[in-house]
C-alpha cells in the first residue's frame, strides 16, 4: 500500500493550491410558490458534489456561504407537498437564483449520486435507482438496514434471524452486491451466509439503490448492483443541530436509541453520533427461539472542512456486535430442547443474556473523502481503512472457535473533466489490497492476501429532455492463498493447500434515459459486469456455527462475467404514476453452491463431538436471470395514496435448464396511505399494507419448495413543529395477524424454524 501516502500528499497539495486559488463566493436565492408566488418558507437545498446544504427563512429566501466562485454543480430544492426541483447552477454568473414549486402530491425524481460520477437527475441516469429516505426506514420496525429496504421492488434479504440479514438484487446476493459506506465498498467477510452488513442503521439520511451492473463505476462485486448507504449532509454555515431517536419492538423485545449531533463554523464540520441496539429472541404463534437474541453499540465521528475550494471531510467509525446462533429448531411437539433434553420456556428464551454460540464481529473504519476543485473540474477521492474481526465462540466465551481478521486498504480517485452542462468526461482509477488471517482454532477459509486496481473512462451527454452515456473499463486481480496445517500430537493435517490465481477483464455500458413525451420518461443501459470468486468459493473447506452445511471450495473457478439488458418506462401525471421495469440478464461461469448426489460427510469438532452434514461444492454454469418490477400510484384524492409494486425474477441454470438456486419468491405489495392536514400538526399518516409474497415451486433439486403468504402491516404517526426542528412520533405494525409463514431465503427455514410473527414498533425522534 505504498501507493496510499503518496495519493494523500497529492490530494494534500491540491488542496492547498486550490485554498490559494479560489475566492471567496455566496449563492443567494428564492424559493416561491409557482401559482400564487407566495414564498416557501423551511424549502431545503441541496448541493450534494459540495456536500453542502441550506434551507429558506420565513421570506423564503436562502445563502449558501463559502463556496467557490465559480464552477458548474447541481442544486436541488425539496418542500412537502410540491415537486422536487433541481437546475444546474453557473457559480461564475453571481446571480439570484428563484425556484417556483409546482404543488404535487406525487414525489417526483430526486438528485442520485449512486451509478454517476457527478450527482445527477434521477431522470437522467439510465440505471435503475431508487432512493428510501430516513423516515421511511425509521417507521419500517426494521430489525437493521438491510430489513429496512427489503420491500422495495426487486429487493429482498437472506436472514439468519433478527439480527443478520443480506440483500439480494434482483436474485444475486452476497459477493455479487455491493454495499457502499462513507463512500468505500464495505468489507466484512461478505461471503459468509450468516455474515450481515456492519453498518449502524440510524446514521444512515438515506439510502440508494442501484439495480443492475455497475461494474463500469464500481469494479468488481457490483455485478448485480449496488446499496450506497448515505450519511447527513453537513449543517448550513453557522448552525448546530442534532436529532435523539429511539424505537422499541414488541416482538424480540428490540430497543434501539441513537444520539446524534452536528454543527458547521465558518466552514469546519464535524459530526458524533452513538446508537445501541438489544433484542431478544424473536417469537411467533406461541413461541420464542432461544438464543437468537443480539446486542449491537456503534460509535462514529467526522471531522472535515468546506471551502471554497471543495470539501474533505474524515470519517471514523465503531461497529460492535454480539449475536445468538441457534443450532437446533424445535422439536415435534414445536418446542425447543436444551442440552438435557428439556423444554426451553418462553421467560427463559426471552432473556437478554446470550448462550453459546454466539458472534463477535467488531468492524473498525477510517475514510477520508474528498471533492477538490481542479482546472475547472472535480478531483474525487476516497481513501478508507477497514480491519473486520469476526469470532465465533462455540465451547468456550474465553476462546473463539472462529477469529477471522480481515484489512482492507482502499482507494478510489476520479477526474470528472470541466464541462459546459452538455458533456461530462470522467477518468478514474480504484483499487483495493486485503490481507485476512486466521486465529482461532477452527478454519473455515485459509490465509490470503489479495490484490485488485481497475481504471475507467466514461463520458455523459446531456441534452434538454435527457442523457446518454457510455464508458469502459479494466479490471485485474489478483489473490494468495496460503497453506496452513492444523498441528495434532503426533502428526500434521493439511486444511488448505496454496494457491495463486489472476483475474481480468474489460467491461462497458451504453445507456439513454430521455423525456419522450410530457410525463413520460424512458430509460435503457446494456451493461457487462465482472466478478472474481471470492475466498470461499476458492478455498473453503469446513463448517461453522450458524450453518446447516460443510462447504467445500475450488481454486480452479473462473471469474464470473455477465452482460444485462435494462429497459424502463415511468410515467408521472397529477394523479398517477406508473413504472415499468424489465431486465435480461446472461451470465458466464455464474458460481453457485450445490449438494451433489446426497453428498454426506461426518464432522468432528474438536471435542470430539461428530456429526452428519451434507456437503456442498462450488460449481460453475452459464445462467440467465429474467424478470422486471412495476409499481402504480393511485393519488385520486390529495390526501389519499394507494401505492402498488410487483417484482419478479427467474433464474435458469443454462447447462441443465434447471431452476438456479436461492432466487427469492415474487411478491407484491399493497398499501393504502391517508395523509390528512391536520391543525398544529404535520406529516400525519395513517397505512395499511398488504405483502403478498407467491409460491416458489421453481427450485434446484436440493432445496424445497416455500408455499405463499400475506402479511398485514398497518401504522400511524405524525409529527409537531418545535422551535429546533420537528418531532416524530409513530407507531406501526407488521404480521397483525400473526401468520405462521417461511420465507424461501430463511436459513433457518431448513431448522423448522418460521420467520417472526406479529409485532408492534414504537418510535420517536426528538431534534436537538
Do not use: C
Amino acid at each position: 500500500m505504498k501507493r496510499l501516502p503518496f495519493l494523500v500528499t497529492i490530494i494534500a497539495l491540491f488542496l492547498s493550491i486550490n485554498a490559494m486559488a479560489n475566492t471567496l463566493a455566496s449563492i443567494k436565492g428564492k424559493v416561491i410558490d409557482a401559482s400564487t408566488q407566495s414564498p416557501l418558507a423551511g424549502a431545503t437545498l441541496y448541493i450534494s458534489d459540495l456536500k453542502a446544504s441550506t434551507s429558506t427563512n420565513n421570506n423564503g429566501e436562502f445563502t449558501f456561504n463559502n463556496v467557490p466562485a465559480k464552477g458548474k454543480f447541481l442544486l436541488e430544492v425539496r418542500y412537502l407537498g410540491y415537486k422536487t426541483s433541481s437546475k444546474v447552477i453557473d457559480l461564475s454568473a453571481q446571480e439570484e437564483i428563484t425556484f417556483a414549486l409546482d404543488p404535487s402530491v406525487i414525489e417526483s425524481a430526486e438528485v442520485v449520486i449512486t451509478g454517476t460520477p457527478l450527482s445527477a437527475n434521477n431522470k437522467t441516469n439510465s440505471l435503475a435507482v431508487i432512493t428510501v429516505g430516513r423516515d421511511k426506514l425509521a417507521q419500517s420496525a426494521a430489525t437493521n438496514l438491510v430489513d429496512a429496504i427489503a420491500k422495495i421492488p426487486g429487493v429482498a434479504q437472506v436472514t439468519t434471524g433478527g439480527a443478520i440479514s443480506k440483500p439480494t438484487i434482483r436474485g444475486l446476493g452476497y459477493n455479487r452486491v455491493l454495499t457502499m459506506v462513507d463512500g468505500a465498498r464495505e468489507e466484512g467477510q461478505q461471503w459468509g451466509d450468516e455474515h450481515g452488513v456492519q453498518v449502524d442503521q440510524f446514521a444512515a439520511a438515506r439510502i440508494e439503490v442501484l439495480k443492475g451492473p455497475a461494474s463500469l463505476l464500481y469494479g468488481s462485486d457490483a455485478l448485480g448492483g449496488v446499496i450506497n448507504i448515505i450519511d447527513d449532509l453537513v449543517p448550513a454555515e453557522g448552525q448546530f443541530n442534532g436529532n435523539f431517536t429511539t424505537n422499541y419492538n414488541t416482538n424480540g423485545g428490540l430497543t434501539g436509541s441513537s444520539i446524534m449531533a452536528q454543527g458547521n463554523t465558518n466552514g469546519f464540520v464535524y459530526r458524533g453520533r452513538v446508537s445501541y441496539k438489544n433484542a431478544y429472541g424473536f417469537g411467533y404463534k406461541g413461541h420464542v427461539v432461544p438464543n437468537a437474541g443480539f446486542n449491537e453499540i456503534n460509535t462514529s465521528a467526522m471531522l472535515g472542512l468546506n471551502k471554497t475550494w471543495g470539501y474533505t471531510h474524515l470519517s471514523l467509525s465503531r461497529f460492535a456486535t454480539n449475536i445468538g446462533l441457534v443450532e437446533d429448531g424445535p422439536n415435534e411437539d414445536g418446542n425447543y430442547l436444551d442440552e438435557e433434553g428439556n423444554v426451553i420456556s418462553n421467560s427463559d428464551a426471552r432473556k437478554r443474556s446470550l448462550n453459546l454460540p454466539f458472534q463477535n464481529i467488531n468492524h473498525y473504519r477510517a475514510a477520508l473523502n474528498s471533492n477538490i476543485l481542479l482546472g475547472g473540474g472535480q478531483l474525487k477521492s476516497t481513501l478508507a481503512f477497514q480491519r473486520n474481526i469476526r469470532k465465533e465462540f462455540e465451547e468456550t466465551k474465553d476462546e473463539p472457535g472462529l477469529n477471522l481478521g480481515l484489512n482492507s486498504y482502499t482507494y478510489d480517485v476520479k477526474y470528472s473533466f470541466a464541462n459546459d452542462g452538455k458533456w461530462e468526461p470522467t477518468i478514474g482509477v480504484q483499487g483495493m489490497y486485503q490481507t485476512n488471517k486466521n486465529s482461532g482454532e477452527e478454519f473455515l477459509v485459509p490465509d490470503y492476501n489479495s490484490n485488485n486496481i481497475g481504471a475507467f473512462a466514461y463520458l455523459k451527454r446531456n441534452f434538454s429532455n435527457g442523457a446518454i452515456n457510455a464508458g469502459v473499463r479494466y479490471d485485474y486481480k489478483k489473490i494468495d492463498g496460503k497453506d496452513l496445517f492444523e498441528t495434532h500430537d503426533d502428526h500434521q493435517d493439511q486444511v488448505f493447500s496454496a494457491f495463486s490465481n489472476n483475474f481480468s477483464n474489460f467491461t462497458g455500458s451504453l445507456g439513454f434515459a430521455f423525456d419522450i413525451a410530457k410525463n413520460l420518461n424512458l430509460k435503457g443501459n446494456i451493461g457487462s459486469g465482472f466478478r472474481a470468486p471470492n475466498i470461499a468459493e476458492l478455498g473453503a473447506n469446513g463448517k461453522h456455527e450458524g450453518t446447516f452445511r460443510y462447504e467445500i471450495g475450488n481454486s480452479n473457478l473462473k471469474q464470473e462475467t455477465s452482460l444485462q439488458f435494462d429497459l424502463g418506462l415511468t410515467y408521472n401525471a397529477e394523479n398517477i404514476t406508473l413504472g415499468l421495469n424489465a431486465y435480461s440478464n446472461k451470465i458466464y461461469d455464474y458460481i453457485y453452491l450445490s449438494n451433489l448426489n446426497n453428498e454426506t460427510i461426518v464432522n468432528t469438532d474438536h471435542e470430539g463431538n461428530t456429526e452428519t452434514l451434507p456437503v456442498y461444492r462450488f460449481l460453475q454454469t452459464n445462467a440467465s436471470l429474467v424478470g422486471g418490477e412495476a409499481s402504480v400510484d393511485f393519488h385520486l384524492v390529495k390526501a389519499l395514496h394507494f401505492e402498488n409494486t410487483f417484482a419478479y425474477v427467474k433464474g435458469t441454470n443454462k447447462a441443465t435448464n434447471s431452476p438456479l438456486p436461492f432466487i427469492p419468491a415474487a411478491s407484491l405489495n399493497n398499501e393504502i396511505r391517508f395523509e390528512p392536514t391536520l391543525k398544529g400538526l404535520n406529516d400525519s399518516f395513517i397505512k395499511v399494507g398488504l405483502t403478498n409474497v407467491f409460491k416458489q415451486d421453481r427450485i434446484d433439486a436440493f432445496e424445497t419448495e416455500t408455499d405463499g403468504y400475506t402479511l398485514l402491516d398497518a401504522g400511524i404517526g405524525t409529527s409537531f413543529k418545535t422551535k429546533r426542528g420537528k418531532l416524530n412520533v409513530w407507531v406501526t405494525g407488521q404480521n397483525l395477524t400473526n401468520k405462521l409463514y417461511y420465507n424461501h431465503l430463511s436459513r433457518y427455514k431448513l431448522a423448522g424454524i418460521y420467520n417472526p410473527g406479529r409485532n408492534v414498533s414504537f418510535g420517536v425522534s426528538v431534534p436537538l
